[in-house]
């Protein structure tokens, strides 16, 4: 069996801890926080290394076999946990992703769809755009039959401020391919990820 790998790297070169920390400190201070005691002294640079951390994925190679059995039906990963930052308010917004694809010529490794999730989610990020970027990534990638894509998220910009909607979830999707064009195949799609059509 031929193995096919694309390497997948973040950009860090823009990434200055240093700043980050001094506008950090800069915004705090801004909103009144005491930086001089000393439980909060260290805020500002655990705050810059933590939204690092939020805004950088891991490398990866997205490894790639050969569909030498011909296997026609869907592979799906569900529950893939997923942890992004709302754009608009720079909270983050938590929940799960469902990913799936009809094989063409080639299968995927299966702890790829989580890192493909990953990938496009440490970064600020709205869901709806979050849930096209993968589903758009795998179909140029993996050139599939299909590719299906559920994301159900708690924002905290709604359920910690604003309206205060606790509890309140976020479900998008993203078909393409077989899985939007034949009922069948989104019907199986949708009732094997828990989500009623």
Not at 55 to 83: C, K, M, Q, W
Not at 122 to 127: D, I, L
Request: hydrophobic content about 45%; some cysteine.
């Amino acid at each position: 069996m031929t193995r096919a790998a694309l390497r997948v790297v973040h950009d860090h070169t823009t990434l200055d801890l240093d700043a980050a920390e001094l506008a950090a400190r800069d915004f705090l201070l801004a909103l009144g926080v005491d930086l001089d005691a000393d439980h909060l002294h260290a805020t500002p640079g655990r705050m810059a290394r933590a939204y690092a951390e939020l805004f950088t994925s891991r490398p990866f190679d997205l490894t790639t076999f050969p569909n030498d059995e011909g296997y026609d039906e869907l592979v799906l990963a569900r529950r893939i946990p997923l942890r992004s930052v709302c754009e608009h308010h720079l909270l983050p917004f938590v929940g799960i992703a469902h990913v799936g694809y009809l094989p063409g010529q080639r299968i995927l490794g299966l702890s790829k769809l989580a890192r493909i999730v990953e990938h496009f989610s440490r970064r600020p990020q709205v869901q709806e755009r979050l849930t096209k970027q993968i589903a758009d990534w795998l179909a140029e990638h993996l050139q599939p039959k299909g590719v299906g894509v559920v994301i159900e998220a708690e924002h905290t910009c709604m359920t910690l401020r604003g309206v205060q909607a606790a509890g309140a979830t976020t479900v998008t999707s993203t078909l393409l391919g077989s899985l939007r064009e034949d009922p069948r195949s989104r019907q199986e799609f949708f009732a094997l990820t828990g989500i009623a059509p």
